[in-house]
């Protein structure tokens, strides 16, 4: 099956598209960073939203204050969840350990 071949338009429309999904995934970790949100409400806003659903969930976790890459990796480990686990992947238990572990 080969690659279809897409024109300026779409191109531009799909790159404008994937800037706006980064922005909107840098800006849920931020609002975690500064404290806006807490994980359970990132969490949950990322359920309701399809471009949210696809932060990595060690990426969420080292956005949080105080937890940087090797708490965020023993947690994972922890809860047994993927390295490379996103927030959609998340089945209800890992969901809810990881609500417990930060309330």
Same mark, same amino acid.
């Given at each position: !099956?080969?690659?279809?071949?897409?024109?300026?338009? &779409?191109?531009?429309? @799909? =790159?404008? @598209?994937?800037?706006?999904?980064?922005? &909107?995934?840098?800006?849920?970790?931020? &609002?975690?960073?500064? +404290?806006?949100?807490?994980?359970?409400?990132?969490?949950?806003?990322?359920? *309701?939203?399809?471009?949210?659903?696809?932060?990595?969930?060690?990426?969420?976790?080292? @956005?949080?204050?105080?937890? +940087?890459?090797?708490?965020?990796?023993?947690? !994972? *480990?922890?809860?047994?969840?993927?390295?490379?686990?996103?927030?959609? +992947?998340?089945?209800?238990? &890992?969901?809810?350990?990881? =609500?417990?572990?930060?309330?």
């Amino acid at each position: !099956m080969s690659i279809p071949s897409l024109t300026p338009e &779409q191109l531009e429309g @799909a =790159r404008a @598209a994937a800037t706006a999904a980064r922005r &909107q995934r840098a800006a849920l970790k931020e &609002q975690l960073r500064s +404290g806006e949100l807490t994980l359970g409400e990132a969490l949950d806003k990322a359920t *309701e939203d399809e471009v949210l659903a696809h932060v990595k969930v060690i990426d969420l976790l080292k @956005a949080l204050p105080r937890v +940087g890459e090797k708490r965020a990796a023993r947690i !994972m *480990e922890k809860l047994e969840i993927a390295p490379n686990r996103r927030i959609r +992947g998340l089945g209800r238990h &890992q969901t809810a350990a990881l =609500r417990a572990e930060f309330s």
